[in-house]
Nanobody, 115 residues
Framework: QVQLVESGGGLVQPGGSLRLSCAAS????????MGWFRQPPGKQRELVGH???????DYTNSVKGRFTISRDNAKSTVYLQMNSLKLEDTAVYYC?????????WGQGTQVTVSS
């Protein structure tokens, strides 16, 4: 069973940056399209963006030009570089594969954007 561990969240001022990491146990990580998701307070979880096994990325419109997803298949880790953070980026961030069935969700990492 794959385990996902997200890290790197914290408190940041508007306009600031954070880099999130998500480490996946197991050796099958590289096969999958990986997504970063977020769940703002009181709202449903949403997909922020994804990266294919070859490194092609796509993002939801609200983060395009500000967020960048990358991956290191050798380390079974996917990253989310977040720049120019806005108040509305406040959420718990998760990663998971994009497939017909998700892996068990990790604990997520809290990102709070506040002045």
């Amino acid at each position: 069973q794959v385990q996902l561990v997200e890290s790197g969240g914290g408190l940041v001022q508007p306009g600031g940056s954070l880099r999130l990491s998500c480490a996946a146990s197991g050796s099958i990580f590289s096969r999958y399209v990986m997504g970063w998701f977020r769940q703002p307070p009181g709202k449903q979880r949403e997909l922020v963006g994804h990266i294919t096994s070859a490194g092609t990325t796509d993002y939801t419109n609200s983060v395009k030009g500000r967020f960048t997803i990358s991956r290191d298949n050798a380390k079974s880790t996917v990253y989310l570089q977040m720049n120019s953070l806005k108040l509305e980026d406040t959420a718990v961030y998760y990663c998971n594969r994009l497939s017909s069935e998700y892996w068990p969700w990790g604990q997520g990492t809290q990102v709070t954007v506040s002045s």
